[in-house]
């Protein structure tokens, strides 16, 4: 992988932050945008501008055209079978709130079980539990490991008769650490259970094939792979997308409706997506699929865990560096800092690394429930892709090295 070839694609690299070159680590947050996806939503705005399927003019057509083909473009990306699996959403968290939403309404019972785990997003947890007040559904937790990972053992003693659906990611945006999806999903069909698997943090950075992995909903969001913000894709089994009814009503989901009350609505996955989409949207997250896929998922992979394993080394030396998941195959790296016996607040330690031109998280990483596992309520979280150096992750090594609570102190006063 030519990385600085790489680079070059990626514009906003150019700029600086506090005075530095930018070494933007946040990944996890939100991907960069390389140009050719610039172009493919600019291209949209400039050239196409109408809406899509409802235009009988040329304009119209094209428009169609592009973002249907941003469709079939996402249905490979994921190796989703059939077309109707793939319907627009604004991002994961619309799409696993419309998953909860339809299943606990149209297929759960009083008393059903979805079982899931302490160190899912709020996007992946809240939907069920919400849902789940309403119809009367639990909620009950796989155990995690010491490190913050589901095993198939564990997960097969949390299973029982009443468990319905496990709703879990396929990697942690804290820790990184990967679900054994394909085994689960097994487990899962043996007995009837439904496997809805949050793809927010795997798909941007690995090859995810939805019939292998044999998953029945899976949701991904745009942003997190170089494509725009205010897109995703909620994919779901055919039989599942033709049967369920959709969670929101307007134009373009409906063939024909009355004043009788009669409704028919269109086939999956149209129906999934009433009104206007962001077609530029589809467009652009179209672009970023195919500029991953012509460097290889599983290359951009590989990059990652080895500059995760590079930065471990550079720091492997360091007594006061706390890290939560050294053994994640992905790029996270997850911390925080020890300075006189004291724990480095964790947004402190963000606003140091700001300083010197490090961009990453700090905080709970909307996972509320992982402290319980982890012990301790805040941590940094860097997190590689593609266009990353081993010269940036030199600087983030470098900076842990010498940031003390005094340097934190400092910056704000
Ligand atoms: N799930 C996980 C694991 C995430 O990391 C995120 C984004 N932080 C989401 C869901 C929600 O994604 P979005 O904000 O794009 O809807």
């Known amino acids: 992988m030519d990385v600085q070839a790489i680079r070059n694609d990626f ?3 150019q700029r600086k932050m506090s005075g ?13 945008k390389p140009q050719c996806v610039i172009d493919a939503v600019t291209k949209y705005y400039t050239y196409l501008g109408a809406n899509a399927h409802r235009g009988d003019y040329e304009m119209s057509a ?17 190796n989703a079978k059939y077309t109707e699996e793939v319907a627009f959403t604004s991002g994961s968290t619309q799409a696993l709130n419309e998953v909860a939403l ?6 759960l019972h009083e008393g059903d079980v979805i079982l899931t785990d302490e160190s899912e997003h709020a996007s992946s947890y809240l939907p069920w539990l919400q849902a789940g007040k309403k119809a009367g559904t639990k909620i009950e937790f796989i155990p995690l490991d010491e490190e913050g990972k589901i095993t198939i053992s564990n997960f097969k003693k949390a299973l029982h008769d009443k468990v319905k659906v496990v709703a879990v990611a396929q990697v942690s945006n804290v ?16 007995r009837g259970i439904l496997l809805v698997v949050d793809g927010a943090q795997s798909a941007p950075h690995m090859k995810v094939d939805v019939q292998d992995l044999d998953v029945d909903f899976f949701a991904l969001s745009a942003h997190k792979l170089c494509g725009p913000t205010g897109i995703g894709i909620l994919y779901g089994k055919k ?23 009669s409704l028919i609505l269109k086939d999956a996955p149209l129906k999934f997506e009433s ?15 195919k500029y991953l896929e012509s460097i290889g998922m ?32 992905s790029g996270i790296c997850t911390f925080n800092v020890m300075d006189q016996g004291k724990q480095i607040p964790s947004q402190d330690l963000a606003s140091y690394l700001n300083t010197q031109g490090i961009a990453v998280r700090s905080g709970t990483h909307c996972a509320k429930m992982l402290p319980d596992v982890l012990h301790t309520f805040a941590t940094v979280r860097a997190s590689f892709y593609l266009y990353n150096t081993k010269e940036e992750a030199d600087r983030l090594a470098e900076a842990l090295r010498t940031v003390t609570l005094e340097k934190c102190i400092d910056i704000f006063f």
């Open 11 to 13: 514009p906003i690299l």
């Open 20 to 32: 530095r070159p930018l070494a933007y680590l946040d990944n996890g947050a939100t991907a960069l």
């Open 62 to 78: 094209q428009v169609d055209a592009a973002f249907e083909g941003a469709r079939k473009t996402a249905q490979k990306f994921i």
């Open 102 to 107: 339809m299943v606990t309404e149209q297929m």
């Open 175 to 190: 820790l990184g650490q990967m679900a054994p999806i394909k085994e689960m999903a097994e487990l899962c069909h043996e």
């Open 239 to 261: 039989k599942y997308m033709d049967a369920l009814e959709p969670v929101f009503y307007g134009g373009e989901s409906n063939a024909r409706f009355d004043r009788s009350g």
């Open 275 to 289: 009104g206007t989409q962001p077609i530029e949207g589809a467009i652009g997250m179209a672009a970023a699929m």
């Open 298 to 329: 599983d290359e951009i992979h590989a990059h990652e865990v080895e500059l995760k394993h590079y930065f471990l080394d550079q720091v492997s030396d360091m007594d006061n560096l706390i890290l939560y998941n050294k053994n994640a195959e």
